[in-house]
Nanobody, 124 residues
Framework: QVQLVESGGGLVQAGGSLRLSCAGS????????MGWFRQAPGKERDFVAA????????YYADSVKGRFTISRDNAKNTGYLQMNSLKPADTAVYYC?????????????????WGQGTQVTVSS
């Protein structure tokens, strides 16, 4: 089992930045693909970014490419999502996810472990 706890959300003005963290406990995160998803009110949970076991490959939704950066520090059992040039459309609850053997990076059902979510609100 892997337990995930997100932090770093908050209120920011458009154009600003936030850095989300995802701290893992229980089994080591280093054996799991990590991903970030987000869910806005009344909408489905959408893929944001994913990173492979050693951080060698990263994947992004088109809507965040060039603005968001996913990373991980396996020694600290922690993943990160650096969000720059934030827009009001980025407002959502952001969820960290992890899974062993994930192949479909953008598919939420492929991730076995989820955090509780952290709210990100971007004001115009």
């Amino acid at each position: 089992q892997v337990q995930l706890v997100e932090s770093g959300g908050g209120l920011v003005q458009a154009g600003g930045s936030l850095r989300l963290s995802c701290a893992g406990s229980g089994r080591t995160l280093s054996r799991n693909v990590m991903g970030w998803f987000r869910q806005a009110p009344g909408k489905e949970r959408d893929f944001v970014a994913a990173i492979t076991l050693n951080g060698g490959s990263t994947y992004y939704a088109d809507s965040v490419k060039g603005r968001f950066t996913i990373s991980r520090d396996n020694a600290k059992n922690t993943g990160y999502l650096q969000m720059n040039s934030l827009k009001p459309a980025d407002t959502a609850v952001y969820y960290c996810a992890a899974g062993f053997g994930v192949r479909r990076w953008a598919v939420a059902d492929d991730y076995a472990y989820w955090g509780q979510g952290t709210q990100v609100t971007v004001s115009s």
